[in-house]
């Protein structure tokens, strides 16, 4: 957060684009789902689109500004995306730290923010987020002001030590049950749990499911009527400032009970939603580290994310 605060309002556009795309896989795609979170509780903010693919949506024109994020700059599927982008002229900010898009920045001269090199993709997810933020701030369409960017950093300094200690009790929690895990939660927080699932899977190394209300409402309610298995513990993350969350979630509690599922509460901290958005990310990332370690795994190490990058040119093509 701090390096991408440095780098705030760097990189801008002039025009005021029509639409936000967000292009990126993994961790670096995961940026564009902050944004358009933090975009859709926003009035007038502008459109935003995640497109986590290899193809560009159709709809996408020269009116567009599309952020290419690949916190390697070699992913294959952002890549593709980002030729399709080019063919189609519209704006472009690439944000990686290295690789092939960082030499495509700097030889055709595209708007590049660049993080710091050598960690783990997931692991810059703060400095590449900030990083969105600040062109899309310096573009005149702000979503996140830098004073609010750098409040929230104070504000994660401050919880910092609580956070570690709820994350470990969260771990050791997961780990105690050894049960397949559901995060649960309520809008407009499902990227804590789209995140909290991505950190789960690549750090822990452990499959999840995710229940978003009120949607889950609408279909997984009824799918844990009659499980096959009853083995799963649900991770409940609430915002105990919004009421109607409090009671998706309490109802959400009942239903996982009757179905023979324990839970645990995690309450979300914070002044705004991406004070709320960081803590939770920064808990659930701490937690599924945590988790690793209780379970004497590496958690950088991402073994078949590897086996997958190695033949995904013969899936789909180059
Ligand atoms: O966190 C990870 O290691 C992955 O989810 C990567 O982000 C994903 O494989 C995409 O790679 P990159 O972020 O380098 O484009």
């Known amino acids: 957060m701090e390096r991408g605060l440095k780098k705030w309002g760097e990189v801008g556009v002039r025009e005021k684009p029509r639409i936000v795309v967000i292009t990126g896989m993994g961790g670096s795609g995961c940026v564009g789902d902050y944004v358009y979170a933090l ?51 519209t704006n472009i900010v690439i944000i990686t730290s290295d690789g092939y898009l960082a030499k495509e920045a700097e030889s055709r001269g595209i708007p590049l923010v660049k993080v710091i090199e050598g960690i783990a993709p997931r ?26 960017a750098a ?3 104070e504000f994660i300094k401050e919880n910092m030590k609580y956070a570690m200690e709820e ?14 895990l559901v995060i649960a939660t309520h809008t407009p927080f499902e990227v804590l749990a789209i995140r909290g699932k991505n950190e789960f899977n690549e750090n822990a190394k452990i499959p ?11 279909n997984d309610i009824v799918g844990w009527e009659e499980p096959y298995r009853r083995d799963w513990f649900a991770l409940l993350v609430v915002d105990p400032e919004d009421k109607a969350g409090m ?8 239903i996982y009970s009757e179905a ?28 599924s580290v945590k988790l690793a370690r209780l379970r004497g795994l590496d958690p950088l190490e991402t073994r078949n994310i590897k086996r997958y990058k190695s033949i995904v040119k013969e899936i789909i093509g180059s």
């Open 167 to 180: 994350a470990y009790r969260i771990a050791v929690e997961i780990n105690e049950k050894k049960k397949d």
């Open 260 to 287: 023979g599922i324990e839970t645990y509460t995690v309450e979300l901290k914070g002044r705004t939603l991406l004070e709320k958005l960081l803590y939770g990310s920064l808990l659930l990332g701490l937690a």
């Open 39 to 89: 975009a859709r509780m926003k009035d007038n903010s502008v459109p935003v689109i995640v497109s986590k693919d290899y193809k560009l949506p159709g709809f996408v024109s020269e009116k567009d500004l599309v952020f290419v994020i690949s916190y390697s700059g070699n992913t294959l599927e952002t890549i593709s995306a980002y030729k399709q982008a080019l063919a189609r002229n």
């Open 151 to 153: 409040n929230a950093l």
């Open 123 to 148: 692991t810059a997810l703060p400095e590449m987020l900030y990083g969105v933020l600040g062109v899309i701030d310096a573009s005149g369409i702000s979503i996140v002001s830098k004073e609010e």
């Open 208 to 218: 999840v499911k995710t229940d978003v209300s009120p949607e889950w409402a609408h």
């Open 247 to 254: 009671k998706l979630i309490e109802f959400m509690k009942i």
